[in-house]
């Protein structure tokens, strides 16, 4: 039972290229989520899915895109990367509507140069 | 979201000594959650608390929620190396009449450092 899993650890952008962080989880959770933190700000919610083939926008989704087409699986697009999206991301899941606790993975830190 | 304020930004603390953090909102919540985040990994929930004045202790952690139900308060006894990371409150989205499907509203984090 490995929990939330991350792809990449790390990865260097240049701008306008384009790139997908995976975010995976074994424990049957219906809802996901994708934050971004940066210093001083906390954690902020870019997207979210309550459960395969649905997803919604959180707080910051602009330059962004997701998809759910699996349960295990919540992808989050990046078309044309700008500066402004280097960033650490963290993918979280959680049981569904009566279970609290949401479970994160260990963040990818992305740069775009 | 709504914003959480956290105060202080960051401690730096003899390993021994007792912590004392806290959380405000100009809105009300129902929910308050503090997480841990250690260097390097995700946040980890430590405590949740659901009652306006409920006290709840996880170890050497002990979270209140605030009567006014607009803050939040995390202590930490004895402090030791490995409290170092981020503590962050967290509470739900407000409802707007439907389910807030479970999305949180993070504060800025309180960075604590523990010297041995």
């Known amino acids: 039972n490995a929990g939330v899993t991350q792809t990449p650890k790390f990865r260097v952008l240049k701008t306008g290229q384009s790139m997908t962080l995976l975010c995976a989880q074994d424990?049957?959770?219906?809802?996901m989520y994708w934050y971004r933190q940066d210093p001083g700000m906390g954690l902020r919610l870019i997207h979210y899915s309550v459960g395969e083939g649905t997803t919604a926008k959180g707080e910051v989704p602009d330059g962004y895109n997701v998809s759910r087409l699996k349960k295990q699986n919540f992808l989050l697009g990046l078309e044309s990367a700008a500066p402004s999206q280097t960033s650490v991301y963290f993918c979280?899941?959680?049981?569904?509507?009566?279970?609290?606790?949401?479970?994160f993975g260990p963040g990818t830190r992305l740069l775009v140069l | 979201g709504q914003q959480l304020n956290q105060s202080p930004q960051s401690m730096f603390i003899q390993e021994g000594e007792d912590v004392s953090m806290n959380c405000t909102s100009s809105?009300?919540?129902?929910?308050w959650l503090w997480y841990k985040q250690d260097p390097g990994e995700g946040p980890v929930l430590l405590i949740a608390?659901?009652?306006?004045?409920e006290l709840t202790s996880n170890g050497r952690l002990t979270a209140q929620f605030g009567i006014t139900r607009k803050d939040s308060f995390l202590n930490i006894s004895a402090s030791i190396p490995s409290d170092v990371g981020i503590y962050f409150c967290?509470?739900?989205?407000?409802?707007?009449?439907?389910?807030?499907?479970?999305?949180?509203?993070f504060g800025q984090g309180t960075i604590l450092t523990v010297h041995p």
């Open positions: 809105s009300i919540f129902n929910t």
């Open positions: 608390l659901y009652k306006a004045g």
């Open positions: 424990m049957n959770h219906e809802y």
């Open positions: 979280a899941s959680r049981g569904g509507r009566t279970q609290e606790t949401q479970y």
């Open positions: 967290a509470g739900p989205w407000p409802n707007a009449g439907g389910t807030s499907y479970g999305k949180l509203t």
